[in-house]
């Protein structure tokens, strides 16, 4: 049985990269070797930079991705990176903060 402090059960753990200074894809894209370089199994990645309409019925435009998947598609990362899109949903994005 392998226990919380067994060494072999802490490849299965991941330490991901997640506050509010989450980076976007071209941040990503544009400082891949710095990533890799920190001591982090991944990263948290915010996929909305731009001011999209969140909470709605309509089916969201592909192209309104265009810029963040296009960042991601092809980042050479050296090494195994577990990261995460995320998309907020949040009142000052939707205008609603007075």
């Known amino acids: 049985m392998q226990g919380e402090n067994d060494p072999s059960s802490i490849c299965d753990k ?3 990269f997640w506050g509010w ?3 976007t ?3 990503v894209r544009d400082h891949r070797q710095l990533l ?6 991944g990263y ?4 909305l930079s731009t ?7 309509q089916p969201w435009p592909e192209a309104e991705f265009t810029q ?3 960042a991601l598609v092809g980042i050479p990362w050296t090494r195994r990176m577990d990261n995460f899109l ?13």
């Open 14 to 16: 991941r330490l991901l």
């Open 21 to 23: 200074d989450r980076p």
């Open 25 to 27: 894809p071209v941040y």
């Open 36 to 41: 890799e370089d920190l001591p982090f199994d």
């Open 44 to 47: 948290v990645i915010d996929a």
């Open 51 to 57: 001011n999209m309409r969140i909470f709605t019925r």
């Open 68 to 70: 963040e998947t296009s």
């Open 86 to 98: 995320i998309i907020l949903g949040h009142r000052s994005r939707l205008g609603l903060v007075q």
